[in-house]
């Protein structure tokens, strides 16, 4: 009898580790590639998704983190920045009817940077700016109820690594706490935090996409990768995560410097800043125009890409005017050409046409964004199908087009020339339509001597 208890009390100490152990959560699932495609689904189609970085950083207006962990000011000096973060101004509901506004199909809000300030109501610390700023309340949670109502898809940026932390092992770029392989007890508690903070969020939020950041200072292994995204899918089947988690992401994220030539991955998105900053820096003065955001975006549709533009509220929750007007200008742009935006995929080579080009799903309609004023007929060459009609997407107007130097006994097609009469510009990028007969055929030849005429 008395085994028999012992072993009753042995098993159930096994079956608490198992259920409060976070590296024993729920693994992941494989999937076919056509699994895979359909979650991707709405991914693939939204193309432009609006990245918010807030938090105490906003207060002096200094880098999110990095600041302090790069010993440019010291670490205590940073915090301090918690008692002037009051989120006074703060209006979610405008915040998201702004977003809504660009033409965005997904937002993206940091949950917690790196330095462990959580915007929601954390019962793993205390380091929230519910319990820890002037705010003194939950920032997160009015913005997700605002984003499900106004009909976006919601992402959570939330950053692995913690430097705040006292067990994660790394502080700042100079000071090293410990050695995971020296304590490896120290290190689980801080896999434990990690797996409780996302726990609330997943069963709090369920969001569509997860922003991870900061895997690059540990293993997939000691992140404890899969079993993360397996926990993730546990709540939410369908959920989305970028790269950053040390190969167990969905797609790419590229940052700040536009592709030069078509990513690899099958989905991915460019993280692009308005400015030069991800949060709010006073002395950053350096925007982008509208004009600028939107060729780099149109940039990233004809590679097949999405674009995810920060914006970086001020401490109060306002969006300097600077990032309104990008915004409102992508909007107005993404409405007027929205049948050459959403459900479009990547374009043709580069050198068959001076200007970005996407396709449509179909590949029967090859779509030409230009970025500048023509001094003439704009010309693509290669396509080897007939072209049934050319107009001017937004406008309607239809185009007059030639084909020149087409050879009725050669494989090799001609010049497609069109023209653009000045009152079709758009203000800022204007987008053609070409009709082809049939999914687009491309010549990639050098030519060839002419043997017969």
């Known amino acids: ?136 309340r939950d920032l997160l949670t009015p913005f997700v109820r605002e984003v499900r109502k106004q009909g976006l898809k919601l992402g959570l940026y939330y950053s692995l690594l913690d430097w705040s932390h006292p067990d994660y092992p790394i502080f700042t770029k100079t000071t090293t706490r410990y050695r995971i392989a020296d304590d490896p007890e120290r290190w689980q508690r801080f896999v434990d935090f990690d ?18 950041d900061g895997d690059w200072e540990q293993t997939a292994e000691a992140w404890h990768a899969p079993e993360i995204v397996g926990l993730l899918r546990s709540d939410n089947p369908g959920t989305i995560v970028n790269s950053r988690i040390q190969g167990y992401g969905d797609y790419g994220t590229p940052e700040q410097g536009v592709p030069t030539v078509r990513p690899e991955d099958r989905y991915w998105e460019l993280c692009y800043t308005i400015n030069d900053s991800w949060g709010f820096q006073h002395t950053d003065v350096n925007f982008k125009t509208p004009f600028m955001v939107l060729r780099t975006f149109v940039d990233c549709l004809s590679q097949g890409g999405n674009l995810l533009l920060d ?15 990008v915004l409102q200008e992508l909007g107005r742009w993404t409405a007027k050409h929205k049948e050459a935006v959403y459900q479009t995929r990547a374009g043709i080579p580069a050198d068959c046409v001076q200007g970005y080009t996407t396709l449509n799903q179909a590949g029967d309609i090859l779509y030409i964004y230009l970025p500048y004023k023509p001094v003439g007929p ?64 491309l010549y990639r030849g050098a030519g060839a001597v002419m043997t017969v005429n």
Not at 74 to 81: D, G, K, L, S, V
Not at 195 to 212: G, H, I, M, N, V
């Open 1 to 136: 009898m008395v085994q028999i208890n012992r072993l009753k009390i042995v098993l159930c100490l096994l079956l608490a580790a198992l259920v409060f152990q976070p590296s024993r959560a729920q693994q992941l699932s494989p999937e076919t590639p056509e699994q895979k495609a359909e979650r991707m689904r709405w991914f693939d189609s939204a193309k432009l998704g609006i990245f918010i970085h807030w938090g105490i950083y906003a207060v002096d207006g200094v880098s999110e983190s990095w600041s302090f962990y790069n010993n440019y000011l010291p670490y205590e000096q940073y915090m301090a920045q918690k008692k002037g973060f009051t989120a006074s101004k703060y209006d979610p509901a405008a915040w998201v009817r702004l977003i809504k506004e660009s033409g965005a199909q997904y937002t993206v809000i940091t949950s917690k940077h790196h330095d462990g300030v959580a915007l929601w109501d954390t019962k793993a610390s205390d380091l929230s700016v519910v319990r820890q700023t002037p705010a003194r």
């Open 195 to 212: 797996f409780a903070q996302l726990r609330e969020l997943s069963k709090a939020y369920k969001p569509d996409l997860w922003w991870f």
């Open 311 to 325: 914006i970086g509220p001020r401490e109060d929750g306002t969006i300097p005017e600077e990032e309104v007007a």
């Open 378 to 441: 704009v010309e693509v060459k290669g396509i080897m199908n007939q072209v049934n009609r050319v107009w001017v997407v937004g406008n309607g107007s239809m185009l007059n087009y030639k084909i020149y130097n087409k050879n009725y006994w050669s494989e090799i097609p001609g010049l497609l020339e069109i023209d653009v009469p000045e009152q079709a510009l758009d203000p800022s990028i204007t987008v053609l339509a070409v009709l082809l007969d049939g999914p687009v055929k």
